[in-house]
């Protein structure tokens, strides 16, 4: 079983920035894929960027493309995401997600079977 645990939402002005964590833990797993997601409540689940620890690939939706980076710390098991240039848009509760057995930087929260309890980011206009 892997356990994701998120920190790092907040409020903040658009323009400005935040950084969201996603610590994985459990006993014999090895994540190979760390995204995250975000929603609003009535909708859906909408992708926003993935992070493939093997070769460090990573893959962005084309609303947060140039303006979020996806990272990882292997050491610390830990995924990143640094929102700059945040817009009111972007506000939503953010879903870290991960999966260990296939490296495939999918889109789909359906292939993600671990999810954190999510972080409220809200940024005013």
């Known amino acids: 079983q892997v356990q994701l645990a998120e920190s790092g939402g907040g409020l903040v002005q658009a323009g400005g920035s935040l950084r969201l964590s996603c610590t994985a833990s459990?006993?014999?797993?090895?994540?190979?894929?760390m995204a995250w997601f975000r929603q609003n409540p009535g909708q859906d689940d909408d992708f926003v960027a993935a992070?493939?620890?093997?070769?460090?690939?990573?893959k962005y939706a084309d609303s947060v493309r140039g303006r979020f980076t996806i990272s990882g710390n292997d050491i610390e098991n830990t995924s990143y995401l640094q929102m700059n240039n945040l817009r009111p848009e972007d506000t939503a509760v953010y879903y870290c997600?991960?999966?260990?057995?296939?490296?495939?930087?999918?889109?789909?929260?359906?292939?993600?079977?671990?999810w954190g309890q999510g972080t409220r980011v809200t940024v005013s206009s």
């Open positions: 997600a991960a999966r260990i057995l296939d490296s495939d930087l999918s889109t789909n929260p359906n292939e993600y079977a671990y």
């Open positions: 459990g006993r014999n797993y090895r994540t190979s894929v």
């Open positions: 992070f493939r620890w093997s070769g460090g690939l990573t």
